[in-house]
Each structure stands twice: as C-alpha cells, then as structure tokens.
C-alpha cells in the first residue's frame, strides 16, 4: 500500500500568515488522485481538495493544492482563525486508499 | 441536504459483539460507496473499506480484512460496521463518509464513539 508522510508535524504561524503543507508519497500517485481534509477538534474531516488542485464546493480561495507523482502542497496563503486545525492529505489511486498521519497548524 | 447520521456511542466489554449504524439521507444511497474510518484517540485518519449498497459490493483494506464486517441495507438507506468480538484495541470514532464520483469522500457522518473496556 502507498505510504504517504505528511510534513512537519506541526505548524506554527499567525493569523494572516502562509502555511504550506507537504505531503509526500512512498510511489507515485495516479492520475493526480491525492484529496486533503481538515478536521477540527471534535468534528468529522471535511474534504478541501481532490484531484490535487480542486476546490471542493464551498471552500475558499486561500486553500489550494498542488504537486504530482509523489509531492504534494497544500498552501493556505492567508491564514484565517477558523483554518487552525489538523489537515490530512489521502491517496486514491491504488487500493486501499490511505491518508497520511496529518500536520497540526496551531496558532503561534 | 445530504447528509450521513450516525448511531450513537457505545461502551462494551471485550469479547462482546457490535454493530453500528449509518443512514444516509437526501440523496440517492444506491448510487454511491459508502466508506469507514477508524480514528483512534489523538491519532490519524485510518480507511477501512467500503462499500456499494446497490449491489453490496464491498472492500476492504488489508489491515481491517476480517476484524470487521461491512454491510448495507438499501430499503432503509443506512450501511453498518460491526464486530464479531471486540477488543481494547478497537476502541476509537469510527466515522462513515459517502464516496463521491471522484472517488474522495464528500459528506461526512458525526462520528460513532465505541469505548472497548473491561
């Protein structure tokens, strides 16, 4: 199964700063098949972005993803109080799809 | 609105046996996987399986192959997770999320919390 290892562990930054996440897989994902969530505490995940670089509905501007084969980033180019949360990338490509262990973004 | 409504938390005692819930709403359930997830306290995000509840095709990932049992019933729209005998180690929300035709998941249910102690 594809390994993915999320970097760093934890981030810690200023409302109004940019955050970038990285996401790197053990083999290359297919087709671009690589989706981030954020979870917050005691809330269920909510997805951001699928197809490494598409907004799911609803999800503003500031958050977009990019990367191929096994580098991925999610960038958050100004940080909101709402987007301190732990945010987790998954691969879809190659059964069984599985997420990386997540990167904390915590308010400096 | 399309939404997953899980069945409440659970408190059991290993050996014991469990299944919880999942019903979806204000979409067509046959037409899309229905996935689980495992996440134990203060860690990540582990996928378990899913499956398709207008044929009950199903799959699982290797780690949970044979420690859960996956299952649908399409006439009242809800998919189930459960477990022949519980151990400590199960112990975690579960949560159930509908796959979207992009294959990520979509809509998330509330989260089902199953404590596993003697």
């Known amino acids: 199964e594809i390994v993915l290892t999320q970097s760093p562990g934890t981030l810690s930054l200023s409302p109004g700063e940019r955050a970038t996440l990285s996401c790197r897989a053990s083999?290359?994902?297919?087709?671009?098949?690589l989706a981030w969530y954020q979870q917050k505490p005691g809330q269920a995940p909510r997805l951001l972005i699928y197809?490494?670089?598409s907004r799911a509905t609803g999800i503003p501007d500031r958050f977009s993803g990019s990367g191929s084969g096994t580098d991925f980033t999610l960038t958050i180019t100004r940080l909101e109080p709402e987007d301190f949360a732990v945010y987790y990338c998954?691969?879809?490509?190659?059964?069984?799809?599985?997420f990386g262990q997540g990167t904390k973004v915590e308010i400096k | 609105e399309e939404q997953l409504v899980q069945s409440g938390e659970e408190v059991k005692k290993p050996g014991e046996s469990l299944k919880i819930s999942c019903k979806g709403s204000?979409?067509?359930?046959?037409?899309?996987?229905i996935g689980w997830v495992r996440q134990m306290p203060g860690k990540g995000l582990e996928w378990m399986g899913i499956?398709?509840?207008?044929?009950?095709?199903?799959r699982y990932s290797p780690s949970f192959q044979g420690q859960v049992t996956i299952s649908a019933d399409k006439s009242i729209t809800t998919a189930y997770l459960q477990w022949s005998r519980l151990k400590a180690s199960d112990t975690a929300m579960y949560y159930c999320?509908?796959?979207?035709?992009?294959?990520?998941?979509?809509?998330w249910g509330q989260g089902t919390m199953v404590t596993v102690s003697s």
């Open positions: 083999q290359s994902v297919n087709n671009f098949y």
């Open positions: 499956i398709y509840p207008g044929d009950s095709d199903t």
């Open positions: 197809g490494a670089s």
């Open positions: 999320a509908r796959q979207a035709d992009y294959l990520v998941f979509d809509v």
């Open positions: 998954q691969q879809y490509g190659s059964s069984p799809w599985t």
């Open positions: 204000g979409y067509r359930f046959t037409n899309y996987w």
